[in-house]
């Protein structure tokens, strides 16, 4: 039985730099000798709070729940300021507790808003639990810092560098001498308030995430959970809190002065308050103004999955460790369609066979993908690029997203363009998965992942209605096989509308230089798809 995208035997390339190990380790211990991780560091263990009762919140999550057994309630997040202002109004509504991880916490504009939210819910007393994996934490340490200088927060670190905020040249060095560790990465989202509403999906924390900033946004996905999956997900949270991967950032500096960082919190609130950006959020919750308000919810039985810390462990490759076993049952499942959204999207050989052998007994296969355009990593897309002919032969239909300009401003102008972010896999309108994971083998080998399966026609219509928008010929490119009047192919097409709503053909890959083409082409013939 061929395997699916996500289930093909591990392969990882050597790393080409090893030869550079010895060279850089006297260099390296010079940089890192008196900055290094601490040993006698305070780790104490803790679990989530049990949901409090007889708040507005938990009356009201109690009420919907009444009705409905064992499912869970979901909202889609499809609007990143909605997004946004879910977390926001969920903090300010939190008594007891919130809980959060993240791949990415900026140190911007809407990092720096959900943060003020985090100091103000531990002023009422609430206990605060930060999680962010190491890897692009430097900006945000000297705020991290002194946030777990609050007596209601703590944060820790994932997966650390054996440095506080080090150097480039001592980030590359530390790479080289431990390339195998600090290639894994924690890229699981999820923010739990009052262990009664999470958020998971794939957004993180930052402006390039909620449509604000000048640089590129993101089109992504996530879902507001109430329900039985919510207590699962706190699990999940607590699993990862505890492992022994999660270093206290105490580990690394001593506390750091909270009562600077305070001013500098609200002033950037306020400046953001005033920006066109914040005229246009709309300040609730979709279909009310809180959680706790009337508002459409969406049911269906659901499962939380997350991979098991121990996943980064060097060796341990057993597929209980991962999510993707569940994730391909429920694809399994499949009778008339499958809709696959991934921004990074690398079959490998078995993958692709996998998908070929749905198209084959019957099942429509479509993935929306990044563009050469729109994606932040030319290498993955060089990954993806490699597969695509015979993709496009096995009778997989593939749409890649444009590089959008969006309406909406931002507080510092408008965004260079829009990339596709959202992870989610919707199974003949009746199961959805969303989550953080690519469909690579990065999220299937070396980083952690989670996200939750709903047996849900109606979520499963809204996210399949997220597909539908996304690649409409203005929107997205959709990639044939270009093909001579013999029927031999001779290679790929790009069709999609120009701004008149005309149809319009392109023979390479639009809306990039030469120079960028010729880029991925050399990438294409490289083994890189391990590292991707």
Not at 16 to 33: D, E, F, H, K, N
Not at 65 to 77: I, N, P, T, V, Y
Not at 250 to 261: D, E, I, R, V
Not at 316 to 324: A, E, F, K, V
Request: with cysteine; glycine share 6%.
């Amino acid at each position: 039985m061929p395997t699916s995208p996500l289930e093909s035997p591990p392969r990882y390339p050597a790393p080409p730099w090893r030869g550079l190990r010895l060279v850089m380790y006297a260099a390296l211990l010079l940089l890192v000798a008196c900055s290094s991780l601490r040993t006698d560091y305070v780790k104490r263990p803790s679990v989530a709070l049990a949901a409090p009762t007889a708040t507005p919140t938990t009356r009201y999550v109690e009420s919907r729940l009444a009705s409905h057994g064992d499912q869970s309630g979901f909202r889609l997040l499809v609007d990143n300021s909605d997004a946004l202002m879910s977390r926001v109004t969920l903090a300010d509504h939190a008594t007891h507790s919130i809980d959060l991880q993240y791949y990415i916490f900026d140190n911007d504009a809407t990092g720096r808003l959900v943060m003020q939210r985090l100091l103000a819910a531990a002023d009422r007393g609430v206990r605060v639990r930060l999680l962010v994996d190491d890897l692009d934490v430097d900006d945000a340490a000297p705020m991290l810092d002194a946030l777990d200088a609050h007596a209601n927060i703590e944060v820790r670190l994932f997966n650390p560098f054996n440095t506080r905020s080090p150097s480039m040249l001592s980030k590359a060095g530390q790479f080289l001498l431990d390339f195998r560790r600090l290639n894994r990465r924690m890229h699981n989202k999820a923010f739990i308030v009052d262990n009664s509403v999470s958020i998971v999906g794939g957004r993180n924390i930052g402006d390039a995430y909620f449509s604000d900033g000048d640089n590129a946004h993101f089109r992504d996905l996530d879902v507001i959970a109430i329900g039985p999956v919510v207590a699962e997900t706190s699990r999940a949270f607590d699993a990862y809190w505890n492992d022994e991967a999660a270093v206290p950032v105490t580990a690394f500096s001593t506390p750091q002065a909270l009562a600077q960082l305070r001013p500098q919190l609200d002033k950037s609130a306020r400046a953001l308050a005033r920006s066109d950006y914040a005229a246009a959020l709309t300040g609730s919750l979709p279909g009310g103004a809180g959680v706790e308000r009337p508002g459409q919810w969406l049911w269906g039985d659901a499962a939380m999955v997350a991979d098991e810390p121990e996943k980064i462990e060097l060796g341990r490759h057993d597929p209980r460790l991962r999510i993707g076993p569940q994730v391909k049952a429920t694809i399994d499942k499949a009778e008339r369609e499958v809709l696959l959204i991934s921004p990074y999207f690398v079959p490998t050989d078995d993958g692709l066979r996998y998908l070929t052998t749905l198209t084959q007994r019957g099942v429509k296969v479509k993935v929306l993908t990044n563009s050469l355009a729109a994606t932040d990593e030319p290498m993955v897309h060089a990954g993806y690029a490699r597969h695509r002919r015979d993709l496009l032969r096995g009778g997989i239909e593939l749409h890649e997203l444009r590089p959008l300009v969006p309406q909406q401003p931002s507080a510092h102008g408008r965004s260079s363009g829009v990339s596709l972010h959202a992870k989610a896999i919707v199974v003949d309108r009746r199961y959805v998965f969303v989550g953080s994971m690519n469909m690579d083998l990065r999220s299937k080998l070396l980083n952690t992942e989670m996200g939750v399966i709903v047996d849900s026609p109606a979520l499963a219509e809204a996210a399949g209605g997220f597909f539908d928008e996304a690649i409409r010929p203005d929107n997205a490119f959709q990639v044939v096989l270009r093909r001579t009047a013999s029927g031999r192919v001779s290679g790929l097409q790009w069709q999609s509308d120009d701004k008149g709503g005309q149809p319009h053909v392109d023979d390479h890959e639009p809306g990039v230089s030469a120079l960028r083409r010729f880029e991925v082409d050399l990438l294409r013939v490289l083994p890189i798809d391990g590292m991707l």
